[in-house]
């Protein structure tokens, strides 16, 4: 499942096949080591079981570092700093002659992603090989040393702006359950604790604050039958009682919860799969393959788009926990059907509005900005979970079906998956359109 050698394989080939070994940084062509940086990183997250807004963070300033790297040796590229809140001016290379930018790119990468997870032997032992293969092709000692000396100048530079944004403070507060008609409790089968109820004083990136994008109000909670409310909960009721073999693989399909328990007797066991933004970072790849991106393209699709996903789950959790909300499980156990359970599990957080859904719209605005609208494709990122491929005419086609399922899958009611896309839309807008990567 966890497939790294074929990086090392690709490297060794691009190395071997060039006749300038000390590579004065222009050799952007070719975007796939970019892609495996990811990939591997989506592998890291998944053995670590990160919670998707952490997932969202962890993306977001490693690809960051990436891009950044890559801009001095990147013609017609801009730096960030300036631009995201408290990122400052960043170190530059310390000589412009004798330098693979590409290699320090990867050297940032790696030097944050090893300190925002847990497993970091798996990011060192990665970047080990690469570094092994590009000697074992013969590479220029000197550039090797400067290369890495200055991604990791800008990888450094970057985790310590990461740990001002507010995430180590969010760790301490001890989270108490509200207590009000239809507020949120833990659900089953596991009735797990609040995850990230702080998550909304984390800085964001391209905001004044995380209040800049609310989700709209709701319809007032109510158990009364006829009420509109309940309208909501009937449908979301009805839908699983009924759902189709097509609304089962979408359920499932953009399910991706990162920490699924099944109980067998007294027994229980857990499998793990990619967070939401782990399947939009699949998809960011899949686009920089298809439109074959050059390098700094790549780094700026993954960076960009990771940094409307990373915003977009502190404004989606400011907003889960200032309303509360409870799931469709628990009322529909209180007044409908005791046993009922929905079709994939409730992941253990408040219901309104759904991440997914905001997640997926901020990401499919970005991709659509730098791909196209009418981008035609087909995923295959959840063959490796057991799920189909599945075809979509555009990432806004996609966010829409992301949205769809979570009301299949028996977690979301309707009202909120649109309020969460809604949120996510102007999340991604306002990205797409105040975040400067092209150079004037």
Known sequence: MKNKLPLLYLLVFICACSSNKKFSGDNFANNQNYLRWNKMLTDVIVEDVFNPPIAGRIYAYSNIAAYEALVPGSAGFGSLAGQLRGLNKLPAPAQKDNIS?????????????????????????????????????GWDESTIKNSTAFGEAIGDSIFSWSMKDGFRESRKERYVLKSFTGSWIPTPPDYMPAVEPYWGMIR????????????????????DKKSPYFKYVSEVYETGNNLTEEQKIIASYWDDNPNVSTHLGHMTYFAQKMTPGGHWIALTALAARMKKWTLPETAEAFTLTSIAMSDAFKCCWKEKYRYNSIRPVTIINETLNRDWNPYIQTPPFPEYPSGHSTVSAAAAEVLTKLAGDNFSFTDSSEVEYGLPVRSFNSFREAAAEAKLSRMYGGIHFRFANEGGATMGKKIGEYVAENIKTRAK
């Open 101 to 137: 930018y590409e290699l320090a790119s990867l050297t940032a990468f790696t030097t944050v992603a090893s300190k925002l997870v847990y497993s970091s032997y798996l990011v060192n032992d990665f970047y080990k090989k690469q570094i092994d293969s590009l000697r074992h092709a």
């Open 204 to 223: 964001p990136f391209t905001m004044d604050s995380v209040g800049m994008f609310c989700a709209p109000e709701i319809p007032l909670y109510s158990a």
